[in-house]
């Protein structure tokens, strides 16, 4: 199938935020299948998906803390009990990743092989997967794998859309966090990001949902780049005891890649909670 990737749609991300009525509007939703719904995004799709009203089953290996009865043990890289969870749907939103490898392939590209062939049996009529900005540019091994997947998945017959996003706030928060383990962290300063809610991302997917495949990539971010040490400076704000760090110079490919802005997507950025904002809330609870 051909991709026009959009890196991009500014039309279709133009139309962002979607209200809640305009779902309660629409003709009886389709049943939805979502892959990895304990994740981080996932636990922000899912009740958006059953408050608009949609069907929702949800697999992953291990069960949500939520209360959920729609949920089933599936492991995509044994691929075993997927034809059941997959039969009967009409869209499936692929959130499951992990960086893993078996044998010499990616959990990503196996998984996403098991995922096509489970979908064009059962006729699956959209499978949207959520991948990263950047994969195509950024050396990174689980980007290429990524990247690899979205091309299993644009060569495929199976209608599709992919949704790049740019970081979430919870990941880069998890980062710093490591960056600090140590009394003093060695920190790449230069480096930029793009924080973006994975609420908002779950908000286009629930509008993706809506608008069946579209054969296309689109790219979103948060509302600003910001580099590193703007990131740490706010986020030190918000530690129990103030860190020290030592800034680290780009160091080979990857490095020089963020630092260039690769992972970022300035020209579809999502006005939504900044990283300021995310920060204020997540650590006032
Ligand atoms: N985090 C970010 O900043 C970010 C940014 C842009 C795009 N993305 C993309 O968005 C998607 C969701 O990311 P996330 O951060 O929400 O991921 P996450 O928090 O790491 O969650 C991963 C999910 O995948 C499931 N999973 C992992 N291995 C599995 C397997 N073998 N079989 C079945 N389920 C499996 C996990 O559950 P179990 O472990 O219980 O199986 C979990 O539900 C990913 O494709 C990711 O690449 C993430």
Redesign the pocket.
Known sequence: MDDKTVGSGSDFLGRYPVPHRVYAQLRRPPNVLV????????TALVPRLIQAGIGVRE????PPRRVSDAWSA????SGQGLQQAVDGIQTVIH????ESRIGVRS?EEI?MERLINACERAGVRHLIY????GVDQIPLSYYQA?KNAEQLLQRSEQPYTIL?????HG?IDAMLGQLFRFPVGLVPTRLVAQPIS?AVVADQLLYLVQMGPLLSTFNMGGPEVLRVDKLVKEWQLYQPRRKFYLPIPILGSVMRAFANGWNTCPAYAIESQSWADYLQKQYSK
Do not use: E, H, Y
Request: hydrophobic share 45%.
């Open positions: 892959t990895g719904g304990t994740g981080m995004l996932g697999i992953s290996r291990t599936v492991d995509l890289a959130l499951a990743s992990n959990f998984a959520v991948s990263i900005v990524k790049r996003s740019t970081q979430f990941f994975p």
